[in-house]
């Protein structure tokens, strides 16, 4: 039997799974699997080559082949991670978009890889564009939707962002000032509408904010965070532990919340109830906040697990260790997939009362709780009210499965009204 190719879709994203872990490529991955399932055929464009030159590769995913191309990761102009002038990957992606002449563009997630100018261009030549966007940065200046770093921001974008961004620095406040900086990120953004250029957001939380800055909201589309449905596998059965264990799934960052972290075990660890595990890339994390860490290993043997390598394949090892997974991020957060992928193991979340977390803790009021925002005494009120009062989840799996057909359902929807238009 020969299957008929429905249409070529050609993503582009510096981010994939091939080279780090994370929600965006995990969404990714999700996308392209579904794609080729449904007889798409894909190209993914995205960096990662281990030398100077652009190496091509077939992929395999559920027997499923799919063809990517790995640009070199490097160092980029002032101009162009200003993006004041296109940058020269597009010397490398142009003769890729000629070849292949997709019938859609996805583009996830616009840096100096691919940012404001390469759609400028990629307009004139072709049709059909999206853009996803996972961050808040898209529509922050400062990236992380925390006003004067001491509460989150109702997300409206104006003259305040300015003096915003004197709270992290003095000298790059005054030149977001006197050159309106401030306000470049969100023009970008609406320069993609103009330029005809349909725009998905992962939360309905992101999208009331693209509306807030004067975006019509028909012309955003919310295609929410999900992951793939386990129904086939054996999940690990809840065991009642006498100590309770908390888990971190994540680098160790000032937006992940890795000083609020390092309190509040420092704080959970001084009783004999509570134990730590955490999944942490070394790599990618902040040096500091590795050293900080490491002394707190050092002063509580065999309270603190580390796990390392932790990856989209043997995530189980990481969940079967624990019973409850802690989310402290400082930026909002517009998924996380970490989240969802608790839920499907059947353990307890506890997130911020922000963002994406806030949205979950509604549709799964069972396993998600939320405490307030850097609040360290209402987090660790809240995680003493989960070790005490531990719930055995319900199946899941159902309403997973759900949002991953939704997932897919969305994503050809829109490819489709795009091509038949």
């Known amino acids: 039997m020969v299957f008929k190719v429905q249409k070529k879709i050609l993503i582009i994203s510096e981010y994939n799974i091939y080279t780090s872990i994370g929600g965006t490529e995990y969404y990714i991955d999700m996308l392209i699997k579904g794609l080729l399932k449904s007889s798409y055929e894909v190209i993914l464009i995205t960096k990662g080559a281990l030398h100077d030159e652009i190496q091509a590769a077939l992929k395999t995913i559920e027997n499923f082949e799919y063809k990517v191309v790995f640009l070199p990761t490097r160092t980029f102009k002032k101009q162009e991670i200003q993006q004041a002038i296109i940058s020269s990957t597009w010397n490398e992606i142009l003769p890729v978009l000629e070849r292949e002449k997709p019938d859609i563009?996805?583009?996830?997630?616009?840096?100096?890889?691919?940012?404001?100018?390469?759609?400028?261009?990629?307009?004139?030549?072709?049709?059909?564009?999206?853009?996803?966007?996972?961050?808040?940065?898209?529509?922050?200046?400062?990236?992380?939707?925390?006003?004067?770093?001491?509460?989150?921001?109702?997300?409206v974008i104006y003259a305040r962002c300015a003096l915003c961004l004197f709270s992290d620095s003095i000298k790059t406040g005054l030149s977001n000032l006197v050159f309106r900086y401030h306000q470049k990120v969100l023009e970008r953004l609406k320069s993609l509408n103009k330029l005809g250029v349909k725009l998905i957001g992962v939360s309905e939380w992101q999208r009331n904010n693209f509306i807030s800055n004067g975006f019509n909201p028909a012309q955003i589309a919310v295609i929410r965070q999900a992951v793939h449905d386990k129904t086939d596998e054996n999940l690990p059965t809840?065991?009642?532990?006498?100590?309770?264990?908390?888990?971190?799934?994540?680098?160790?960052?000032?937006?992940?919340?890795?000083?609020?972290?390092?309190?509040?075990?420092?704080?959970?660890?001084?009783?004999?109830?509570?134990?730590?595990?955490?999944?942490?890339?070394?790599?990618?994390?902040?040096?500091?906040?590795?050293?900080?860490?490491?002394?707190?290993?050092?002063?509580?043997?065999?309270?603190?697990?580390?796990?390392?390598?932790?990856?989209?394949?043997?995530?189980s090892l990481f969940f079967n260790e624990i019973d409850c997974l802690f989310i402290p991020s400082f930026c909002i957060e517009t998924g996380p997939v970490v989240l969802l992928e608790a839920v499907q193991f059947g353990k307890q979340v506890l997130g911020p009362d922000t963002g994406g977390p806030l949205e979950f803790s509604h549709e799964f009021p069972q396993l998600v709780s939320t405490y307030r925002w850097n609040n360290q005494p209402d987090a660790i009120?809240?995680?003493?009210?989960?070790?005490?009062?531990?719930?055995?989840?319900?199946?899941?799996?159902?309403?997973?499965?759900?949002?991953?057909?939704?997932?897919?359902?969305?994503?050809?929807?829109i490819y489709n009204s795009l091509t038949t238009a």
Not at 396 to 402: D, G, H, L, T, V
């Open 105 to 155: 563009i996805h583009v996830h997630t616009y840096s100096t890889f691919f940012n404001i100018r390469h759609f400028e261009v990629c307009s004139q030549l072709f049709k059909n564009i999206l853009f996803t966007s996972h961050i808040p940065g898209h529509f922050c200046p400062k990236g992380d939707l925390i006003k004067f770093n001491r509460e989150p921001c109702d997300g």
């Open 238 to 315: 809840i065991i009642a532990n006498k100590i309770f264990r908390i888990g971190y799934l994540g680098r160790l960052s000032k937006e992940k919340g890795s000083v609020f972290l390092l309190k509040v075990i420092e704080k959970l660890i001084s009783t004999s109830r509570f134990n730590f595990v955490l999944g942490i890339p070394k790599n990618n994390s902040d040096a500091g906040d590795m050293e900080s860490l490491d002394k707190l290993l050092q002063q509580n043997k065999g309270r603190i697990k580390l796990m390392a390598g932790i990856n989209n394949s043997n995530k």
């Open 381 to 413: 009120n809240k995680i003493n009210t989960l070790s005490e009062n531990k719930k055995v989840a319900d199946d899941y799996n159902f309403k997973i499965k759900k949002m991953e057909e939704l997932f897919i359902q969305k994503h050809l929807e």
